[in-house]
């Protein structure tokens, strides 16, 4: 399966953004840590890189997933509710600025054993 970006969709909001701040492309390009040459080949129709396209909607302060051609779609199987919310605590904890490392290792686990226990009692009533 390829994952493609919708392109138009992510040119529109670039382009937004661009126009509400009242800067150049090659402006936003140099805001955005990437080369004015990948905003043109967007322009052009022309699937970013990986690393590009982390950074583009890292600058637009959106998801990844709001550009995405296709959903994702788990693979996990039934209890992939349970998982995503593993993910998303996660997520939300590797995003704190106010915990190290070591606090945040340590929070995820508090919460995956915590997570245990509730579908052990759940999967026992």
């Keep these: 399966m390829t994952q493609a970006v919708e392109l138009e969709k992510l040119v529109g909001v670039l382009d ?7 800067i150049s492309w090659r ?6 840590g990437v ?4 905003l043109s080949r967007l322009r052009n129709g022309l699937q970013p890189d990986l690393q590009s396209y ?4 890292r600058w ?3 998801s990844a997933d709001d ?7 788990s693979v996990r199987g039934d209890d992939s509710d349970q998982r995503e919310l593993e993910t998303e605590v996660s997520a939300l904890l590797r995003a704190r600025a106010d915990l190290n490392e070591q606090d945040k290792k340590h929070l995820e686990d ?11 009692g759940k999967a026992g009533s």
Excluded at 27 to 32: L, P, V
Aim: hydrophobic share 55%; proline share 5%.
């Design 110 to 120: 508090i919460f995956r054993l915590t997570l245990a226990h509730v579908r052990a």
């Design 67 to 73: 550009f995405l051609a296709e959903p994702a779609h």
């Design 35 to 38: 080369s004015p040459a990948l």
């Design 16 to 22: 937004s953004r661009i126009t509400a701040e009242h």
């Design 27 to 32: 402006t936003a390009a140099s805001q955005i």
């Design 54 to 57: 982390a950074k583009i909607v």
């Design 60 to 62: 637009l302060d959106m």
